[in-house]
Every structure is written in structure tokens, then in C-alpha cells.
């Protein structure tokens, strides 16, 4: 079975543009998070996604929004990009909402360096 | 303050050594807790788990102090493939916030 799959790998940008990021779950799971990390940090929850709905918001500006499709992947949109928002954005999924003991398991990321 | 803390590290041991690291928390309502590892530019990957009653996965001890508000990582007898940084994650009873500490550098050396 696939893992947790991420598009693109890396991606250039410049500030001021919008990127869009996409994860695609592992199959049979329902909830998908996005987290930011930049170098020398922990990962810096961003979303999470169950059924299609919002269900956690990290302390991000609202340049940063998401959404779950009907399949259960997922979309992470940054407008009006800054240089600090150069980092690798992973995507984890698991079969159900957080709160309960069950692990996320994460993508490779995308590095997004912006120039 | 944070409110999760984990010592940055690194930690510089010899392979065979026993080291532990620990992570502060702050919210008395996190609820679930895990240790994941992460390698150089490579996604985090899930570890273990975190009881109350302690747990334990071959060299790998993992223990929560719910009164402290902290858990622990214990390994035994490392080994070089040891070497990562170790995240641990704090998940609040409200299920709306996951946080990751920074990390704690662990290098074993020959």
C-alpha cells in the first residue's frame, strides 16, 4: 500500500506569489493534518482535516488556507508568500480524528524556498 | 514559555550507551503522546507510542508522568543507526491541537 504521498517534491517561489500543495492520504484514512518545519524546529501544526471539515487550526495567518476533498486528500494554499514561509510543509494522515492514541504517519514534505 | 519543551541536545554518546531525553508539557489536558524520529531531511516517523504505564519496544522505553507533566525515551545499548533527532508530541484532549517539541539531536559516535 502507498504511504502518505506529497506534490510536488520542491518548489521555487517568489514573495508575493500563491502556492498550492497537495497530499494525498493513506488509503482508508480520513484525517489529514498539515504541519510547517523549518530548519532546527519541530514541525508547526497547521490544519487538521476529518471528513472533509476543519477540525484544528494552528497560530497561522489566514495567507494560509486548506481543504479536504471528497476523497480525502487534501490542498494546502499560501498567498502573498514571504520569505519566512521557506520551509518543508508536511502533510500526515491517520484513520481517524486526533484525540484519540492513534500515530500520524507523514509524507516525505514539500520544500517550498522562496525567493 | 513553550508548551512543549524538549532539550535541543545534541546529545554526543558512544555506541552502547544508555541516554534519555525527556519533554515538558504545559497543558494538564493533553491527552495522547508519542516520540517519533526524525532523520537529516527526512520526514518524521512514528517511534512509539506513550502510556501511563510505561512502555517498552525492544532497546526503546518509553514512559509518561502525568503528574510532572512530562515523558521520557529511554535507549538502551545504542547503536549508531540510533543517531536522529527525536520529536516528541503532545496531542490535547480537544483533539484541536497537535504540538511537536523542537527535537533533541542524538548522534552516537563509533
Known amino acids: 500500500d502507498a504511504g502518505v504521498t506529497q506534490s510536488p517534491t520542491h518548489l521555487i517561489k517568489t514573495r508575493g506569489q500563491q502556492v498550492t500543495l497537495r497530499c494525498s492520504p493513506i488509503?482508508?484514512?480520513?484525517?489529514v493534518s498539515w504541519y510547517q518545519q523549518v530548519l532546527g524546529q519541530g514541525p508547526q501544526f497547521i490544519f487538521q482535516y476529518y471528513e472533509k471539515e476543519e477540525r484544528g487550526r494552528g497560530n497561522f495567518p489566514d495567507r494560509f488556507s486548506a481543504r479536504q476533498f471528497p476523497n480525502y486528500s487534501s490542498e494546502l494554499n499560501v498567498n502573498a508568500l514571504l520569505l519566512g514561509d521557506s520551509a518543508l510543509y508536511l502533510c500526515a494522515s491517520s484513520p481517524i480524528e486526533q484525540g484519540s492514541n492513534q500515530p500520524q504517519h507523514f509524507g516525505d514534505g514539500t520544500r517550498l524556498s522562496i525567493l | 514559555r513553550k508548551e512543549v519543551e524538549q532539550d535541543p541536545g545534541p546529545f554526543n554518546v558512544p555506541e552502547g550507551a544508555t541516554v534519555a531525553f525527556n519533554c515538558t508539557y504545559s497543558?494538564?489536558?493533553?491527552?495522547?503522546f508519542f516520540w517519533y524520529r526524525q532523520d537529516c531531511r527526512k520526514e518524521p516517523k512514528l517511534l512509539m507510542s506513550v502510556y501511563s504505564s510505561g512502555n517498552e519496544d525492544g532497546r526503546f522505553t518509553a514512559q509518561l508522568n502525568r503528574a510532572s507533566q512530562y515523558i521520557s525515551l529511554l535507549i538502551r545499548d545504542s547503536k549508531l543507526s540510533d543517531s536522529a533527532t527525536y520529536l516528541c508530541v503532545v496531542i490535547h484532549s480537544s483533539a484541536s491541537k497537535i504540538i511537536f517539541g523542537s527535537g533533541t539531536r542524538l548522534s552516537i559516535r563509533p
Open positions: 497543558n494538564s489536558a493533553s491527552q495522547s
Open positions: 488509503s482508508g484514512h480520513k484525517s
